[in-house]
């Protein structure tokens, strides 16, 4: 009995107004947003320590972070190039890109566990006013909406990156660049690989056979249009697509808290929760 009053419960507290929860449950709004608070605090913990393991990045295809779209499309016309492939694959410059693939993605597993305390500090900030549009699924400032079509099943997702996007920028980018100087592809740093991709592909294109293939190519009508230097910022866009990636698996935790409250009440288990949830029978 209790599990199913405490399933009906959250459920409410997810879907419904604030005067059926105070009607159904006796509970206070401090209560109730104080038990949403928890909950976020689960749900982006769990985003944040599901990142920081080994492949929390690189093994999951959601938020790997891939080659920066510059890089890529070097890439692309090289390897299209049947000629330029095969120097390519000689000198080393194609495994140099995946190791640098895997570096950044490295990095990022690195640094993730630095955000939670960061979310933590947005999660405390969280009035009343602001939780019970989470709860109704309106992202607070956003313009209201009785229509269901409107529900973001994300609204706290929302809140957070708006309130966390810029310090997380500021604090998380220094770990980002820390951890692209760290040795995490064998003895080898992002930092290191990414220069060597640089230099090989500078070197690459100065060869006297690359410069033949790429004029035969433009003789034939196929102009590869190879930039000269590689200038991406690697730190710049690793810590972008790193905060992307955070923000879509808290997103993901947030749809879980939505679709089975009753799952999240009972491994979110704490002071607040007690209290709201373990005196009703």
């Known amino acids: ?43 982006s913990d769990s985003a944040s320590t599901g990142l920081s393991v080994i492949n929390g990045y690189y093994g999951n295809a959601l938020v790997k972070i891939p080659l920066p779209p510059e890089v890529v499309s070097i890439r692309d016309k090289i390897n299209g190039n049947s000629t330029l ?96 100087d760290k040795d995490l592809v064998g003895t080898l740093s992002a930092t290191e690989i990414w220069g060597d991709v640089t230099s090989t592909y500078n070197n690459f294109l100065s060869r006297t056979d690359v410069q033949t293939a790429l004029m035969l190519a433009e003789m034939l009508g196929k102009d590869l249009n190879l930039p000269s230097s590689i200038n991406t910022d690697l730190g710049v866009f690793s810590t972008q697509k790193a905060l992307d990636g955070l923000f879509l698996m808290v997103g993901k935790e947030e749809k879980k808290i939505r679709r089975d409250p009753l799952a999240w009440a009972q491994t979110a288990v704490g002071n607040i929760l007690e209290k709201v949830f373990g005196s009703k029978e």
């Not at 507290?13 to 608070?37: S, Y």
């Not at 390519?88 to 993605?105: C, H």
């Not at 939780?131 to 956003?142: A, C, E, M």
């Not at 209201?144 to 810029?166: G, N, V």
Request: hydrophobic share 45%; charged share 20%; proline share 3%.
């Open 1 to 43: 009995m209790k599990k199913v009053m405490l399933s009906i419960m959250v459920a409410a507290m997810l879907f419904t107004g604030c005067e059926l929860i105070e009607e159904t449950t006796g509970l206070t709004e401090e209560e109730v947003i104080e038990g949403l608070k928890t909950a976020l605090n689960v749900g």
């Open 85 to 180: 492939a095969v120097i390519s694959s000689t000198i080393g410059l194609e495994d140099k890109f995946e190791n640098v693939v895997l570096a950044v993605n490295r990095s990022a597993e690195n640094a993730a566990r630095e955000a939670a305390p960061i979310f933590k500090n947005a999660i405390t900030g969280l009035t009343i006013s602001q939780g019970w549009d989470i709860l109704n699924g309106i992202v607070p400032s956003g313009t209201k909406s009785t229509s269901a079509a409107d529900f973001d099943s994300t609204a706290a997702t929302a809140y957070l990156s708006h309130q966390t996007y810029e310090p997380l920028t500021n604090l998380y980018a220094p770990k980002i660049n820390a951890s692209l």
